[in-house]
């Protein structure tokens, strides 16, 4: 199976305060933030580090540092923003690669609106973050979208994800290894993932009553 489901203690902490009902948008935000920091903190231990040596304060001494070190963070707008900033604190000199997508609430199809993706996609790791995979069209067509602009490595950060959207991904691109804190239960009639967060979109900008 292509998923990895996080169980580190503070991973599922903070991710079952992110489930109580009464979560204020500013709770949500950091906690957001915080669980993304962990994610991509199990989401980069694959990474290739090569052997250096380099002048230390007793003389040579013998280091590990991460290879190449091209990496693009991909934010499925609007709801991935809200993990943009835990994961940057981890790689900060990332380049930033942007998929607007809205899924259509009666279809549940993603509706593509906005694509800004950086330069040479075919030498980088393209870390893609989106608090929810539910239907997974959204991350299947995330995926679709790197791989045409030539992206061969890349991974998935989630927060909650449904049975649905991980088949999905696993069957369209069975390559792509998705980082989740939580693997659910099931998709509601409205594609929302049971018992899942409700809309992490709203509840990161406060858009609307949480559901
Ligand atoms: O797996 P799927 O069935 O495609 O659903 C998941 C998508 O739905 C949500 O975004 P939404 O389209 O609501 O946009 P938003 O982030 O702007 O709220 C979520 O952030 C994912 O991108
Ligand atoms: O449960 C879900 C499904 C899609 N988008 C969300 O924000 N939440
Ligand atoms: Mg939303």
Not at 120 to 134: N, T, V
Not at 172 to 191: C, K, R, T
Request: charged letters at 25%; hydrophobic letters at 45%.
């Amino acid at each position: 199976m292509q998923l990895t489901v996080v169980d580190h203690p503070l991973v599922q902490h903070k991710l079952a305060l992110l489930r109580e009902e009464d979560v204020s948008t500013n709770k949500f935000r950091l906690l957001t933030e915080e669980l993304a920091r962990l994610l991509a903190y199990e989401a980069t231990r694959d990474l290739q580090l090569e052997h250096r040596t380099i002048k230390g304060w007793c003389g040579d001494v013998k280091v590990q540092k991460i290879k190449g070190k091209k990496l693009t963070v991909v934010p499925i707008l609007r709801a991935g923003l809200g993990m943009l900033n835990g994961v940057l604190d981890l790689v900060p000199s990332a380049k930033i690669s942007v998929v607007g997508l809205a899924r259509n609430e009666e279809t549940l199809q993603p509706e593509p609106y906005f694509e800004k993706f950086v330069g040479s996609l075919d030498d980088r790791l393209a870390l893609i973050i989106d608090p929810m995979l539910a239907t997974g069209g959204s991350m299947v067509a995330t995926i679709d979208m790197l791989k045409r602009n030539g992206c061969k490595q890349i991974k998935a950060i989630v927060m909650v994800a449904a049975p649905e959207g991980v088949k999905l991904v696993n069957e369209a691109h069975p390559d792509v290894q998705i980082y989740s804190a939580a693997l659910d239960s099931h998709l509601n009639e409205q594609g929302y993932i049971i018992p899942g967060l409700g809309d992490a979109g709203d509840k990161i900008f406060g858009t609307v009553a949480k559901r």
